[in-house]
């Protein structure tokens, strides 16, 4: 069982940065992925297991980066400029079978998901 333990949410203004953490079990790709009321999850960000290729969704390009530590088992999503639509709950999400330097954009493409962590952008 992978388990994903997330942290670093919080409150913050329009224009701030915040920054979350997924602790893994395993060497996995990664993506981050977040939810707001009453829409659907939508990808965020991907990684690699291996190269720490990414990719983003075009909503936060530029804004956003993700990165691993693969010592500590660990992803990061660094967050810039928040915007008020930018408040969600972002997911972590593991993918345990993947090619190498491929990162995912579907919910559908992991397998194992953390608990969440709200993140609310206040003007």
């Known amino acids: 069982q992978v388990q994903l333990v997330e942290s670093g949410g919080g409150v913050v203004q329009t224009g701030g940065s915040l920054r979350l953490s997924c602790a893994a079990s395993?060497?996995?790709?990664m993506g981050w992925f977040r939810q707001a009321p009453g829409k659907e999850r939508e990808f965020v960000a991907g990684?690699?297991?291996?190269?720490?290729?990414?990719g983003y969704d075009d909503s936060v390009k530029g804004r956003f980066t993700m990165s691993r530590d693969n010592a500590r088992k660990t992803v990061f999503l660094e967050m810039n400029s928040l915007k008020d639509e930018d408040t969600a709950v972002y997911y972590c999400a593991a993918r345990i079978i993947s090619t190498p330097n491929s990162y995912y954009t579907r919910a559908s493409d992991y397998n194992f998901w953390g608990q969440g962590t709200q993140v609310t952008v206040s003007s």
């Open positions: 395993g060497f996995y790709a």
């Open positions: 990684i690699s297991w291996n190269s720490g290729r990414t």
